[in-house]
């Protein structure tokens, strides 16, 4: 399932990031700043993918599509277990998704969609790598 999401999510973030570097607002990304603070403070595994979601929302929504923020929602929400099980792996999981966002945040303040889709491909590629038997050094 992951798979598939990240097929259909490399082909339609380059159109997504590009709309949020168009559109997006700084109390946007004030908001999203916020959640990531949040997040890089939150022990428990439930409120943080939690967190996730709605930190991601804030991009989805700024994308000012609205069928285009609903399907990236949809994905979104289908892969929050996926994003569970890879923050159970090792501490560096987690700082390396936080480093991500915030990385997300800097390019869509600098309105750097280039420098934005690059952390967001790498960034959605994560859960999989994850779940994969030689990210987890178990092959």
Known sequence: EM????????????????LVVENIT??????????????AKERDLGNWVELNTQFHLVFHDSTGVERL????????????VYVAQAQRWPPEIRRRADGEHQA??????????????????????????MTRPEERGTA
């Open 26 to 39: 700084d109390a946007e990304l004030d908001e999203a700043e916020r959640f990531r603070g949040r997040m």
């Open 104 to 129: 997300l945040i800097e390019a869509f303040r600098a309105r750097d969609a280039e420098r934005a889709a690059t952390v967001m491909q790498g960034h959605a590629a994560m859960p999989i790598e």
């Open 69 to 80: 923020a609903a399907i990236l929602k949809g994905f979104e929400e289908a892969s929050a």
């Open 3 to 18: 798979e598939a999401i990240r097929l259909i999510r490399h082909q339609l973030e380059p159109l997504a990031v590009r």
